[in-house]
């Protein structure tokens, strides 16, 4: 629960008297007898001074002279709630209320407060209501009695229905004498970033996994400063870098979002990642989509809800961020709402809110997509991930069956910590723990491969494309490094087309048919050689069979409908891939093969490959390709490339391909 201050407690009580004394035989500060008010004022000064063992003292001496001194009674309760004592607490307040129910209204609602410490949430429940109907005056009060309403219901729910919850410390190599916090994983959960604070100076640290152990964490060179570094977010692939630094020269306002990127093996200095994202508020806490096309991030900027809110940029076909927008008062609270993190199904959202109904801190909830702009209620992770304390920022791996964060678990088992340099407070280390299943996001997998020319198996950098398939949008773009890496993250539950292009090579397709899936325990991990295209050779005799310089390209998106030569709408990006292909390399000629499995007779095999194949022939012809520079052929069953035991067999049988000719 969020601490109530001894000083707020005492001079809310002697300045806001919400209702004069309705008679009774009892006696007040201004009532009292004089030797009473000296022994109360005394003691009200040496609550001021925060002396309260004392002020309790005065404080039970007039009580002890006048029982029904109901001030000094309410001053004696406060000092025992400050303390903790609220059992102590509870019966004073309810003896005041007994003295006269309607001297001070907020009486009430420190007994429900009380009571809602002890977990006594009926009882609680009952008294915040009854401090609302009393008609209090107090326009903050009655925000706090409407918040813990909903926080009791949740936690009379949350603690007699508690969820599967065993942390585990990341391990000695991560987590030493200094705080550790903010962790974020690439895709393949092979590494990870983190920030450390090492004698004041906040700095990151990468660690990378070797047999399933974490390793000793090492400084992030060219992204670490003498300044300060921290709340980052790593891209899927590990090569886009978010984070937030604060009173920069060239900052918008307090804190701005910077970025890093990848190139030839090196981090780029970090660059503002400038407005309309930064401004002259508080911008932290990144989050970037699995796709690259969202940064979500914490900001205290107008137009919010509340203190802090999430906001979301989304990435302009130009590459530009676009003009945040808030997520909107399903997940924004008129409270603080921060921290967030959008898992690599692009669908589900994690984050911190003391605004949402929780354990009365700042609690860990997670939210899913309703649609592009609208999301579902929030739902608290519930108890004991969260506690009455403020839990920390979370992520969560791939799979989503672990999650990350930072806690100070082992200090409130054993104490207050004290630094290497000898600096006191709390001390977070990084632990993890297996996410219940009802709180995981949606199933996704990656693909991650390097391309290479297949002749001299040099890494090449070539543009990568991802379609969605069932919408014929594209999904994620990019362009491998030198190192021709890439990973991209794929969410299960649609089919996607992989091209593969650089120029004067021939490009490569792949085919990721996730509909129907709901799981895949392994990544598709792909090694991916680019043939050169061949210069015309020198003319040549003709012959009558086209002769082949270079094996077949299969085209795994040119999809037709079963058991005929009608090409699928889904096929329009690959044929336009090959169509660009042509028309960008005038004197490339090609033949178009078409193959069937072993379902059916030999002749209709025969005879559909040659129609499909046709099919290919007369779209680049009808999109302005010479026939000169075409042919094309059916091999029925002839020429299969895997089993035809099984499904996934026949359907690699089942292809349409190109092979470049003399």
């Known amino acids: 629960m969020k601490k109530i201050l001894w000083i707020f407690i005492c001079f809310a009580f002697v300045q806001c008297s919400s209702a004069q004394p309705t008679g009774g035989n009892y006696v007040t500060r201004k009532t009292a007898p004089e030797k009473l ?75 429900a407060m009380a009571e809602m410490q002890m977990k006594k949430f009926d009882e609680c429940i009952a008294h915040f209501e009854a401090y609302l109907a009393s008609k209090p005056n107090n326009d903050v009060l009655e925000k706090n009695a409407k918040k813990n309403i909903s926080n009791s219901r949740f936690m009379k729910f949350a603690y007699a229905n508690p969820v599967p919850y065993e942390p585990k410390s990341l391990g000695k190599n991560i987590n030493t004498n200094y705080p550790e916090y903010l962790p974020s994983l690439t895709a393949d959960g092979e590494r990870l970033i983190y920030t450390a604070r090492i004698y004041g100076q906040e700095d990151f640290l990468m ?63 970090p660059a503002n990642i400038g407005t309309p994202i930064n401004s002259r508020g508080w ?86 997509k309703k649609n592009n702009k609208e999301w579902f209620t929030p739902k608290n992770l519930g108890y004991p991930i969260n506690t009455e304390a403020s839990e920390g920022a979370m992520v969560l791996s791939l799979d989503g069956k672990t999650a990350y964060f930072a ?59 991802f379609i969605d398939l069932n919408s014929g949008e594209t999904y994620a773009s990019s362009i491998t490094d030198m190192d021709g890496e890439f990973l991209v993250v794929l969410p299960i539950g649609k089919n996607y087309a992989l091209n593969i292009s650089k120029e004067k090579y021939l490009f490569h397709s792949e085919n990721f048919s996730l509909e129907k899936n709901t799981s895949l325990e392994n990544p598709f991990l792909l090694k991916i050689g680019l043939q050169p295209i061949k210069e015309k050779p020198a003319a040549t005799v003709a012959t009558a069979e086209p002769e082949a310089v270079a094996p077949p390209i299969v085209l795994r998106n040119v999809l037709f409908e ?101």
């Not at 082992?410 to 299943?437: C, I, M, P, Q, R």
């Not at 095999?605 to 999109?623: G, P, Y």
């Open 37 to 111: 008010q000296k022994i109360y004022k005394k003691g009200m000064q040496l609550s001021r001074s925060s002396q309260k063992a004392k002020a309790l003292k005065e404080f039970e001496k007039a009580l002890k002279k006048e029982p029904k001194f109901i001030d000094a009674q309410i001053q004696w309760s406060a000092i025992h709630y400050d303390n903790k004592n609220y059992e102590v607490a509870e019966k004073g307040f309810e003896k005041a209320l007994a003295i006269d129910a309607l001297y001070k209204k907020k009486v009430t609602y420190m007994l």
């Open 207 to 269: 660690s990378t996994k070797k047999d399933g152990v974490w390793q000793k964490g090492v400084p992030l060179n060219g992204i670490n400063t003498e300044l300060n570094e921290g709340a980052q977010s790593i891209s899927a692939d590990g090569k886009f870098l978010v984070f937030t630094a604060c009173n920069r020269k060239d900052g918008y306002g307090s804190c701005d979002l910077y970025y890093s990127e990848v190139r030839d093996g090196r981090w780029t200095p």
């Open 283 to 368: 911008e932290s806490q990144p989050s970037i989509s699995a796709d690259g096309k969202a940064l979500y991030f914490t900001s205290n900027r107008k137009g919010g809800n509340g203190g802090r809110d999430i906001w979301v940029s989304y990435r302009q076909k130009d590459g530009k961020w676009g003009t945040p927008q808030n997520l909107g008062n399903v997940i924004n609270s008129p409270y603080n709402d921060q921290s967030p993190f959008i898992h690599q199904d692009n669908q589900t959202l994690y984050f911190m809110s003391d605004g949402h109904p929780g354990m009365g801190g700042s609690d860990l909830f997670f939210a899913r």
């Open 407 to 465: 806690s100070d678990i082992k200090n409130v088992k054993a104490g207050e910590s004290v630094f290497e340099d000898g600096e006191k407070g709390g001390h977070t280390d990084l632990y993890s723990f297996e996410l219940y299943a009802e709180a995981r996001p949606q199933p996704v997998t990656y693909v991650q491969a390097y391309v290479f020319d297949s002749e001299t198996k040099k890494k090449l950098s070539a543009d990568v494309d």
């Open 562 to 662: 079963t058991g005929k030569a009608d090409l699928k709408p889904e096929s329009t990006f690959e044929l336009n891939k090959l169509l660009q292909l042509l028309q960008t390399n005038a004197t490339l000629k090609i033949q178009i093969n078409g193959h069937t499995d072993n379902v059916g007779s030999d002749e209709n095999n025969m005879v559909l490959s040659t129609n499909r194949a046709k099919a290919v022939h007369d779209f680049l012809i009808k999109n302005g390709i010479s026939a000169s520079r075409l042919s094309y052929k059916g091999f029925g069953e002839t020429k299969p490339i895997d089993s035809n035991n099984t499904d996934w067999g026949r359907q690699n049988n089942r292809r349409t391909e190109f092979v470049m000719l003399k």
